[in-house]
């Protein structure tokens, strides 16, 4: 089992900044791709952005130019810069990571870890 903790959430006023951070953790686990999703209330939730192993990145359209998303892979975190920030970006934000976990009965591979949340607030 691979366990994800955000931090660095909280409020910010319009076109300031935020920078989220996200540590994986567990035993015997390797990580395909790691990244931040969002929900916003009485909203599904969606994807910011997205980093594999490999150094591919995807950003929503919403957040091109403001967020940069970067990864240490051989400390299993990710963060998220998260720069302009407005109101719009209201909303829990939780980290995904994409994983294979090896075990004695044999590997899972792509399964889905998340952590907890954290929120960011922007006021205008």
């Known amino acids: 089992q691979v366990q994800l903790v955000e931090s660095g959430g909280g409020l910010v006023q319009s076109g300031g900044s935020l920078r989220l951070s996200c540590a994986a953790s567990g035993s015997s686990f390797s990580i395909n791709a790691i990244g931040w999703y969002r929900q916003a209330p009485g909203k599904q939730r969606e994807l910011v952005a997205t980093i594999s192993n490999r150094g591919t990145i995807n950003y929503a359209d919403a957040v091109k130019g403001r967020f940069t998303i970067s990864s240490d892979n051989s400390k299993n975190t990710a963060d998220l810069q998260m720069n302009d920030l407005k109101p719009e970006d209201t909303a829990v934000y939780y980290c995904?990571?994409?994983?294979?976990?090896?075990?004695?009965?044999?590997?899972?591979?792509?399964?889905?870890?998340w952590g907890q949340g954290t929120q960011v607030t922007v006021s205008s």
């Open positions: 995904n990571a994409d994983v294979n976990v090896y075990s004695e009965i044999g590997p899972v591979l792509g399964a889905q870890s």
